[in-house]
């Protein structure tokens, strides 16, 4: 048997373990967690498929959008919509009974997927024909003309009606399910265990089949579209109806990804659909690794979490911004491809000091270990350096 196959099955078994490891903790977390806690946990669990939608076109098909909270809210107001409208419907009796509230929320959340998909149908169409920043320009554009739409009420002025409420959006509550005499609020802010569970079904369900995706063959042509879109094209593949594909489905599971969190704030307004809600999932991206699939993840727990953390201190949350740059300064200094890389820069780290450990002991691991922080000391003043360097060409070329 190979070195290099037995490595590939340690780590697959290891990468199984981790898997186990982190099921359990999630299906564990909310009997161990407060209220709060498991709010925060079910929010960050939209966010990792939220930036999960988005790395798809972005790390796997290299276009990069500053639009995609469109999505979000426009699934959010078609939740919201549809609890206001059709919840009392569903709720008389003898049609669902005591699950009315969970008819009406699975039946929002397909409604939120399919205006999501409809939406990036048509916005895709459009935005693939630009590339590089033309395209991350039009798809904030985009987000900005719904913002206003929504901001305004477009829609409702013409119809002669109130649709989204203006700035003030369109505050809703799911109910109480009463399921064979076991009675609870399908989204409780004091004890939300069962939302919780029913996120974290979706959201396993949803990233199962973006993980599917990326390893199909459309998924291979992305990540080939990515690399050189020209070598791509010449080979035969339709580089433009592709991205357009990729766009559709990024949109869907990211309306997905709104019709699960509009429901844990109750509310749904314009801000879900400005540009900085935007940079949210692009942030997460690029901490957690655009390059791995399980990147946007790791960095949605770290943004999450990071901002809670700094919540905690009223120093760093009036400079929160000033925190979130030094992680970021950090990641791109000292990581490569984001914690993602980090994580498997440590492993191998680990591999090898075992190895000195076995040869020279503690000293052995030790030696290593200076050996390792002078090289990254060294990787980092040559980085500033170049990067000084470039800047000074620059200006020099534009004076």
């Not at 909270?69 to 078609?78: D, I, L, Q, S």
């Not at 999501?116 to 039009?138: D, M, N, P, Q, W």
């Not at 901001?151 to 002669?160: F, H, V, Y």
């Amino acid at each position: 048997m190979s070195y290099g196959f037995t490595q590939r099955l340690r780590n697959r078994r290891s990468m199984a373990g981790v898997a186990v490891v982190a099921a359990v903790a999630l299906v564990v977390a909310p009997f161990v967690l407060g209220g709060f806690q498991t709010n925060l946990l079910a929010e960050t669990l939209c966010f990792v498929l939220f930036a999960t939608a988005f790395n798809l076109l972005y790390g796997y098909t290299g276009l990069l959008s500053f639009g995609h909270a469109m999505f979000v809210a426009a699934a959010g107001y078609a939740v919201a919509i549809t609890v206001g409208q059709i919840s009392p419907m569903l709720g008389v009796p003898g049609i669902f009974g005591g699950a009315a509230p969970l008819a009406t929320w699975f039946l929002a959340l397909i409604i939120g997927v399919l205006v999501a998909t409809v939406l990036a149908v048509f916005i895709g169409f459009l935005s693939v024909r630009l590339e590089e920043i033309y395209f991350a320009i039009i798809t904030l554009s985009f987000s900005m003309a719904i913002y206003v739409i929504v901001l305004q009420d477009t829609i409702g002025s013409i119809l002669g009606q109130n649709i989204t409420n203006g700035s003030d959006g369109l505050t809703f509550v799911m109910g109480s399910v009463d399921l064979f005499g076991w009675q609870f609020r399908l989204v409780d802010i004091v004890n939300p265990v069962a939302y919780y569970f029913l996120t974290l079904i979706v959201v396993t369900v949803a990233m199962y089949a973006l993980w599917r995706i990326v390893r199909s063959p459309f998924g291979m042509i992305c990540l080939a579209i990515r690399e050189n879109p020209e070598r791509a094209e010449s080979l035969g593949v339709d580089v433009r109806y592709h991205r357009w594909i990729a766009f559709i489905i990024s949109g869907a599971f990211s309306g997905l990804a709104g019709a699960l969190l509009i429901p844990l704030f109750t509310n749904v307004n314009p801000q879900y659909a400005y540009w900085t809600f935007s940079a949210q999932p692009v942030l997460m991206t690029v901490i957690g690794g655009p390059y791995a699939f399980l990147g946007p993840t790791l960095g949605a727990f770290t943004y999450e979490y990071l901002r809670w953390f700094i919540s905690q201190f009223p120093a760093l949350e009036a400079n929160w911004q000033f925190s979130l740059g030094i992680l970021l300064l950090v990641v791109v200094l000292f990581f490569n491809n984001g914690v993602a890389g980090g994580v498997n820069r440590f492993r191998a780290w680990f591999g090898v000091a075992g190895d000195r450990y076995e040869a020279d002991g503690v000293g052995g691991v030790t030696a290593f270990t200076k050996e390792t922080l002078v090289k990254y000391v060294a990787l980092a003043r040559k980085g500033l350096k170049d990067r000084v360097q470039s800047l000074k060409r620059r200006v020099g070329a534009g004076s």
